[in-house]
């Protein structure tokens, strides 16, 4: 079972867009994928048409990883479940802090499920926390989506130190631009200075779309709804190079 | 499942299910399900059903019955699988591979049918129940099965419950793709086995020999369409055993039928052991090389790939001739007559010195020759003896294996079972050897063969220099554990207790 996390420090990035398309595009190829909509928004469960809600909260599924079998939902995919998200994750924090060995939590919490799926996808809230931290180890990937903006640049190299520093050995770290409208010079400039000079940057550039706003209406990942949407045609794309970097197409086929 | 009325209307269904909520139609399409296992029921044994779905939405395999794992498991794929290999998920060939070992796939019953999905859907559209509905042609039976949609199974008991009480249906024991027509279905352990239970010790040499052979030629007639369709190297493999239990009765027993009736089956006997020996070598190549090479490191293994897709070609090249010779005349004219010398009752009046002798006499004397035999040709062999000398011992092994196979029953003496438990241990040994012996030549062979061709560099010579010296090793050890194993097959003194028997 392959972990990967859709993580940024900064919102409002693309991240529950990304979860949510990959692990879409992941189901559609036959692989068993579970969501796990770690935001306390609940953003995905929503674009999922599955209520934020897992009984017991935050504090259930922490203290029983058995539980998590069962607050898990199937979704309307085929091959895609989802664990909700719930208001109670806002004190994650708090809650992995009265466990033992914290930072190691949520990979048992998973623990759990690992024969049930083949790849799961953690849909990560913002900011760098203990919780951060405990899914650092959950995961095998990061994958960080970017704007296009030196800003963005920054607080990925903030995170790629702090990643060498204190990173579990594990932890593959891979980035991509997300939200590029063409229309901005900055965007442009970034991506074109960017681009092919960072070993971890992926080629993939998510454009700015308004399709992809409307998953929020219409609750359904945008490939399956506008799959020749160029957006959606970049999620595949992405979704190719994520599994290059996983070497899942060899782990498949031991 | 839940068996309907034929006439039931979707709409009408759906409005008695839950009539609050809304319900959406998907189809009707056509489709189809399998039940997979291989012939020999390895999966049924084991209380396990792999069902392969193909549906307008696209295929998928379920597996179901792990005591472990009540929930069953559902994987998408494109095809249905052959082999373990072939299965779509590592957790599937996790659970199956060794539960099928080398066996395929194969459907044992299809449903054929119209599909009609309906969903159940909550106040934001999501769905919360899928039942299908299954029309099988010819208005055989309109069944009706809820899907589990994991977290919705509270929604789910309720609609199977309604579905029971108020559409008026009629709730099925089991899936009548697995157990509704269980006459169409033959019984698990339906392959019978090479021993023949109820062989009179008294009766005639030539009745209970006929009885022998009628019965490996049944065996081996059931594996004849198997060996020509390929699904599963097994039916050849157990062809060519029946083949040889035959050969060994006729050779080992003489004197039973008369030479002249017997010469021509002779002549066919050796011509089917030569078109399916070639071809059991490549599938027994196919099978073992890749295991071989996955154990080298995954630099070496890499370079060794042009070689087993050799391996694959060479024997889809095999069978294909195979299936030639055996699609001709000659074979079904052949196999006829097979048959029908084995029907034909023994004359009463038989002048073969042993057709009218009790069968026990005759098998007691078949193997105390046959135990002799092995005793001489072990005592000959040293650490310093050729291949050759193992090669010809493991064939007389074999051969006494059958005819104590073949009489067990009728001599009845504790002492052949300790035989057989000693034989396994030394044929092991000298299966082993000869087996990583024969396959380091056949490496050797072709590598040759495809170095002439250009298709592989000296990075995969190196990996298989490393291959062929690694089974070398491990045929040695094979050859040190054979004095010991064979002083215990002598320590059963087989020959000396039916001397008295």
């Given at each position: 079972m392959s972990v990967v996390a859709s993580y940024s420090i900064k919102g409002g990035v693309g991240k529950t867009t990304t979860a949510v398309n990959l692990a879409w595009l992941a189901a559609s190829q036959g692989r068993r994928v579970l969501l796990w909509d770690l935001d306390p928004q609940g953003a995905a469960s929503y674009c999922l048409r599955i209520d934020a809600r897992v009984k017991g909260g935050a504090k259930a599924l922490l203290r029983h990883p058995g539980a998590v079998a069962g607050a898990i939902r199937a979704s309307d995919h085929e091959g895609l479940d989802l664990l909700p998200a719930d208001f109670s994750y806002r004190h994650m924090d708090t809650l992995l802090d009265e466990q033992q060995r914290p930072k190691k939590r949520l990979r048992k919490v998973l623990g759990g499920v690992v024969d049930d799926y083949d790849l799961v996808l953690l849909d990560c809230p913002p900011g760098i926390s203990l919780a951060s931290e405990s899914l650092f180890r959950a995961a095998g990937l990061l994958l960080v989506p970017l704007l296009p903006s030196p800003l963005a640049m920054r607080t990925l190299e903030q995170l790629e130190r702090h990643l060498a520093r204190k990173g579990p050995a594990g932890l593959s770290l891979a980035c991509f631009f997300s939200m590029a409208d063409s229309r901005r010079r900055l965007h442009k400039e970034t991506i074109a200075v960017t681009l092919g000079r960072r070993r971890n940057l992926l080629r993939t550039v998510i454009p700015y779309a308004s399709d992809v706003e409307l998953m929020s209406v219409r609750r359904a990942p945008l490939a399956s709804y506008a799959p020749r949407n160029p957006a959606a045609q970049a999620y595949q794309r992405l979704w190719a190079e994520v599994q290059e970097t996983l070497g899942e197409e060899r782990a498949l086929a031991n | 499942m839940v068996c309907l009325p034929l006439d039931v209307a979707v709409t009408h269904l759906a409005g008695q299910l839950w009539p609050s909520r809304p319900w959406e139609a998907h189809g009707p399409t056509r489709a189809r399900r399998d039940w997979l296992d291989t012939f020999d029921w390895r999966l049924l044994r084991r209380g396990l059903r792999l069902e392969y779905q193909d549906t307008a939405a696209g295929a998928r395999l379920q597996l179901s019955g792990e005591p472990a794992n009540p929930a069953p498991l559902e994987v998408r794929c494109t095809a249905t699988p052959r082999f373990c290999d072939n299965l779509p998920s590592a957790a599937l060939r996790r659970r199956l591979c060794g539960v099928l070992e080398v066996r395929a796939l194969l459907a044992r019953r299809s449903l054929q049918g119209r599909l009609t999905e309906l969903r159940l859907l909550d106040t934001s559209g999501k769905i919360r129940v899928r039942v299908e509905l299954w029309r099988l042609p010819r208005g055989k039976a309109c069944l009706a099965r809820v899907l589990r949609l994991r977290g919705f199974d509270k929604d789910a008991r309720r609609v199977r419950r309604r579905l029971n009480a108020r559409a008026g249906g009629r709730a099925l024991d089991a899936d009548p793709l697995f157990e509704g027509h269980a006459s169409l279905v033959p019984p698990p352990g339906a392959y019978p086995g090479w021993k023949l239970s109820g062989l009179c010790p008294h009766a005639r040499t030539d009745d209970a020999m006929r009885q022998l052979l009628a019965h490996y030629r049944g065996i081996m007639d059931l594996n004849v369409a198997g060996m020509l369709e390929a699904t599963d190297s097994e039916f050849l493999h157990d062809f060519r055993v029946g083949l040889r239990r035959t050969r060994a009765l006729l050779r080992r027993v003489?004197?039973?039928?008369?030479e002249a009736r017997l010469r021509p089956f002779h002549a066919d006997q050796r011509w089917l052991s030569s078109i399916t020996g070639a071809v059991r070598d490549a599938d027994v190549h196919a099978l073992v090389f890749p295991s071989y090479v996955g154990a080298l490191d995954e630099r070496e293994a890499r370079a060794l790939a042009p070689l087993l897709a050799h391996v694959q070609r060479q024997r889809g090249e095999a069978h294909e001739r195979l299936r030639e010779q055996l699609g001709a005349a000659r074979f079904a004219r052949r196999w006829q007559a097979w048959a029908r010398f084995l029907d034909t009752p023994p004359p009463r009046g038989s002048r073969q010195p042993q057709a009218r002798a009790p069968v026990r006499s005759s098998a007691v004397r078949a193997l105390r020759k046959a135990a002799s035999r092995v005793s001489r040709e072990g005592r000959r062999i040293d650490s310093r003896s050729p291949p050759e000398a193992y090669h010809e011992l493991r064939k007389s092994c074999k051969n006494l294996r059958y005819l104590i196979d073949a009489f067990q029953e009728c001599i009845d003496l504790p002492v052949l079972d300790r035989c057989v438990r000693r034989l396994k241990k030394l044929q092991e040994v000298l299966g082993e050897h000869q087996d990583l012996d024969v396959h380091r030549a056949a490496l050797l062979n072709l590598a040759a063969e495809l170095s002439r061709q250009g298709g592989l560099d000296a990075q995969a010579r190196a990996a298989l220099e490393r291959l062929v010296a690694e089974l070398g090793s491990r045929s040695a050890a094979a050859r040190q554990r054979f004095a010991s194993e064979f002083r215990g097959f002598r320590e059963v003194r087989l020959h000396k207790t039916l001397a008295g028997a």
């Open positions: - | 003489p004197g039973v039928f008369a």
